[in-house]
């Protein structure tokens, strides 16, 4: 038996029910809710938004009757919030307590920027709060391998959940030195790992001289920030003998979207104060139940910055039927790939980061990868550069190569001569550390070379 998760005692309460008794929160509820909410928030963007105000100008409030009703608006893109952020705000800027800057990785080049208020950080602590209690109890020590320094920060406000529990958050910021991080894990006797999937892999495969053991074990780690695949979460479990723990969420919907139980079967979705679609990532139409689309949201209970059908890119889909643990919150099954991340071979197939992830990390002694395609001669050239483990040996590259071979849509291109091997080479400079999102680069269509590659 699994113990329900305390996202639905939490959504009760938030919904006006009462959490004390059994079996009270319903998807009738649920949806009514969220309807409500979901006009709140339409009425409020159409009239503080100039965005919105313009967006939504041919849709009155009152044509939405059901949640079935929002597709009928149209979506909201990463671009639109790149070219005129401030055009999104619903309050004036001087009840802005806090302002996230996102880099473009897109066609335009241009960041983000996302505004918070007070309120809508306050939503954001009370979800890593409610969240969090899967995987610590009173008494233990949480190191943050997030940005954590400046007040209203992922890892502040993580910290400030956390002490909500009597649990003490450490704000360490991204892993740069796994010697070091290590030795703070041991000083500091820590239960819990929240971090980056790739980062927690390095401390896992880590080793001080003369050890083969790792030099320290956690009872629960919770991944975030970027795709997770299976074959990390089987290594952590195996070397660490713990709990591994997936969180779904993007700075745009408030950190926070979904975090899984103890059953770890799909995130629990952040249903009080998000809603949710899987949406045809070409069409924009919502697709069947249980089907792979793009994640769609819209904020419900944001105040500073509503974000209304925001197209996210993360490829994923809704996992039908009630979770292991009981809970009837939506659940949604772990994002593997992103909209534009599915990388089309010249003769023919993709090739994703989640396929090569799956592959790779398999390799003992891997702890990061980036791969790059471009045009060699005509024929599209992939090139790998790898980050080892200290004790990993000379033939990590061969190995990386034989790897990349077992792919049938690499190995099929090759035979077909529409695709070569590029070197598998070394990450020297130590550039692979940086905390950027892993995706296949593709230099095709700019015309670019290996040696222009950028990370």
Not at 109 to 114: A, H, N
Not at 255 to 265: N, P, Q, S, T, W
Not at 319 to 338: Q, Y
Request: hydrophobic share 40%; with cysteine; charged share 25%.
């Amino acid at each position: 038996m699994f113990r329900k998760t305390p996202l639905e005692a939490w959504a009760l309460q938030k919904m006006g029910g009462n959490p004390g008794k059994a079996g009270s929160l319903t998807r009738a509820l649920i949806e009514s809710y969220q309807l409500q909410k979901l006009r709140e928030t339409l009425a409020l963007a159409r009239d503080r938004s100039p965005f919105y105000r313009r967006l939504l100008n041919d849709y009155p409030v009152e044509r939405v009757k059901s949640l079935r009703d929002l597709q009928e608006l149209p979506l909201t893109t990463a671009r639109d919030l790149s070219q005129n952020p401030l055009l999104f705000l619903c309050v004036s800027q001087d009840r802005i307590s806090r302002v996230v800057t996102l880099n473009s990785s897109g066609t335009t080049g241009l960041p983000k920027r996302v505004f918070f208020t007070p309120g809508d950080q306050e939503l954001i602590r009370d979800f890593f709060h409610h969240g969090m209690s899967t995987l610590v109890q009173p008494g233990d020590t949480v190191l943050i391998l997030l940005p954590g320094q400046l007040p209203g920060s992922v890892g502040n406000l993580l910290v400030e959940a956390l002490g909500r529990m009597q649990v003490r958050g450490i704000p360490h910021g991204f892993v740069r030195d796994p010697r070091e991080t290590l030795e703070i894990m041991v000083r500091e006797k820590v239960d819990a790992l929240v971090g980056i999937p790739t980062q927690v892999l390095a401390l896992a495969r880590w080793r001080f001289p003369g050890q083969k053991e790792p030099p320290v074990r956690v009872k629960n780690v919770l991944l975030t920030t970027d795709h997770v695949p299976r074959v990390i979460v089987d290594d952590l479990e195996r070397t660490w003998d713990c709990r591994v723990f997936n969180h779904y969420g993007m700075t745009e919907m408030g950190l926070g979207g979904g975090v899984e139980c103890e059953a770890r079967a799909g995130y629990h979705l952040r249903e009080a104060d998000l809603f949710f679609e899987i949406v045809d990532p070409v069409t924009g139409e919502i697709v069947p139940e249980g089907e792979e689309g793009e994640v769609v949201f819209t904020t419900l209970t944001r105040r500073g910055m509503p974000l209304i059908r925001y197209r996210t890119g993360d490829l994923a889909r809704f996992l039908p039927g009630p979770c292991p643990c009981g809970s009837v919150l939506k659940r949604m099954a772990p994002v593997k790939d992103r909209v534009e991340g599915r990388i089309l071979l010249s003769g023919g197939g993709f090739l994703s980061m989640s396929m090569l992830d799956e592959t790779l990390f398999k390799i003992n002694g891997l702890v990061n990868f980036q791969a790059v395609i471009y045009s060699k001669g005509g024929t599209d050239c992939l090139e790998v550069r790898i980050q080892t483990a200290p004790w990993a040996g000379d033939e990590m590259p061969k190995l990386v190569e034989r790897a990349l071979l077992s792919l049938p849509v690499i190995a099929e291109n090759l035979c077909k001569g529409t695709l070569t091997l590029g070197s598998v080479a070394a990450d020297d400079a130590g550039e692979l550390w940086r905390p950027v999102k892993r995706m296949i680069q593709d230099l095709r269509e700019k015309g670019g070379t290996a040696h222009e590659r950028v990370v």
